[in-house]
Structure formats: C-alpha cells, structure tokens
C-alpha cells in the first residue's frame, strides 16, 4: 500500500503544483515572444533609427 500512497500523494500534490509553473513558464515565453513581434512590427512600420536625420530642401 505505500506505492499506492504515494502515487495518491504525487497526484493530489505535486502535479498540480508542476502544471501550474508549466502554465506560467509557457505564459512568460508567450509574453516574451510577443513583445518581440511586436518591436519588430514597429520597427518595419516606421523604420530602423537613424543616427543621423536627413533634411528635406
């Protein structure tokens, strides 16, 4: 009966805990990843910086 107590306490306790630090893990790359996307959305809509401005005559 013991491995079975265990296995119940494995289950019941720690799997849970590990799903949800795989949630949050998976939540912060997402994040990264879209911040991403989205500099370099900005960056082709209006263009890299540049160091120095051209002036129109």
């Given at each position: 009966?013991?491995?079975?107590?265990?296995?119940?306490?494995?289950?019941?306790?720690?799997?849970?805990?590990?799903?949800?630090?795989?949630?949050?893990?998976?939540?912060?790359?997402?994040?990264?990843?879209?911040?991403?996307?989205?500099?370099?959305?900005?960056?082709?809509?209006?263009?890299?910086?540049?160091?120095h401005?051209?002036?129109?005559?």
């Amino acid at each position: 009966m013991g491995s079975e107590q265990l296995i119940d306490f494995m289950t019941k306790e720690l799997i849970p805990y590990r799903y949800n630090n795989a949630i949050e893990d998976a939540r912060q790359q997402m994040n990264e990843k879209m911040s991403q996307i989205e500099m370099k959305s900005a960056q082709t809509l209006i263009g890299p910086k540049s160091r120095h401005p051209t002036r129109l005559s």
